[in-house]
């Protein structure tokens, strides 16, 4: 174990909560355990090239090293002004304090990992850059992205085998408009949202984006972390219950699992 890696942990913000070696366990902004439990996360990727789109502090790419992956390749934006974030610019909260990549390359240090973290988003993902993979996560980036699909397109061009999508989705779209795919421009200003789809409208962009749909899931909510920050949202009237709900119950998601088909001649 790392010296002084509690103490290091602690002094740092963390977006995960990972358990790290000698009990250590960071105060992540989301605890996403119970998430892993509810996802078709395959139980082992020996032998598979692995790529963890989005990885943040690395809970998800982990985890595929955990799983046994021969290889696992993170990417993730470290300046923010390359985000494609609606206008004007939300303010970064507290996450300006530390530089993108700390927590990572903290877990990454502590629990010997050999994921490659790299700087790259996911609209360049191409085979040139990264080569194929047998397996590839997405988790809750969807809904930053002004054009989602076309990640998701981005990532067929380098997605071998299968791809599955955690994403935020809207519970009551997906009640109101069960089957039927839709997705709603989100109403709520100064925050990093785009699209938010209901159920049936994230397996529509899954499937426009040139995968077959293998499975989907239920909706579900993915679970605060003990670090869970008060989100600055200037939020108005359906918004601000909608963020009441958030903060005690967690944030609504669904999962897709896609294959890539091949192009049509
Ligand atoms: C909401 S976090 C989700 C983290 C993690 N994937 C999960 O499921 O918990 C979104 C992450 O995507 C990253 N990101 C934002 N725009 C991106 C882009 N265009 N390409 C790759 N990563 C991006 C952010 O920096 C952030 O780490």
């Known amino acids: 174990m790392p010296e002084g890696l509690a103490e290091r942990a602690a002094a740092l913000r963390w977006y995960h909560t990972i358990a790290l070696p000698g009990g250590v366990v960071t105060r992540g ?16 990727l020996r032998g598979k090239r692995c790529l963890d789109v989005g990885t943040h502090d690395g809970f998800w ?19 923010p002004a390359r985000y494609d974030w609606p ?20 877990a990454h240090e502590a629990l010997g990992s050999r994921v490659q973290r790299r700087v790259l988003s996911v609209y360049d993902l191409s085979r040139e850059e990264v080569g194929g993979f047998d397996f590839v996560f997405i988790g809750t980036l969807l809904l930053h992205l002004r054009d989602p699909i076309g990640a998701l397109a ?7 085998g299968e791809l599955l999508v955690n994403d935020v989705i809207s519970l009551s779209m997906t009640l109101r408009r069960r089957g039927a795919p839709a997705a709603a421009l989100s109403t709520i200003d100064d925050a990093p949202f785009w699209w938010v789809p209901n159920a ?3 397996e529509r962009s899954v499937r426009a984006a040139g995968f077959e749909v293998l499975a989907r ?17 200037r939020a108005r009237g359906a918004a601000s219950l909608r963020r009441m709900l958030v903060l005690k119950l967690g944030v609504p998601h669904a999962w897709v699992v896609g294959r890539p088909l091949p192009d049509r001649a």
Request: proline fraction near 10%; hydrophobic fraction near 40%.
């Open 61 to 79: 790419a982990f985890e595929m090293e955990r799983r046994g992956a021969d290889e696992v390749v993170a990417i993730d934006l470290d300046d």
């Open 217 to 233: 899931g239920r909706p579900y909510f993915a679970r605060n972390g003990a670090g869970a920050v008060k989100l600055g949202w």
């Open 200 to 202: 049936a409208g994230l």
């Open 154 to 160: 981005a990532i067929r061009r380098v997605c071998d």
């Open 87 to 106: 206008l004007p610019r939300p303010p970064l909260e507290g996450e300006a304090a530390q530089p993108r990549d700390a927590a990572f390359r903290l």
């Open 29 to 44: 902004e989301y605890d996403l355990r119970d998430t892993l439990r509810r996802l078709p996360f395959p139980p082992s």
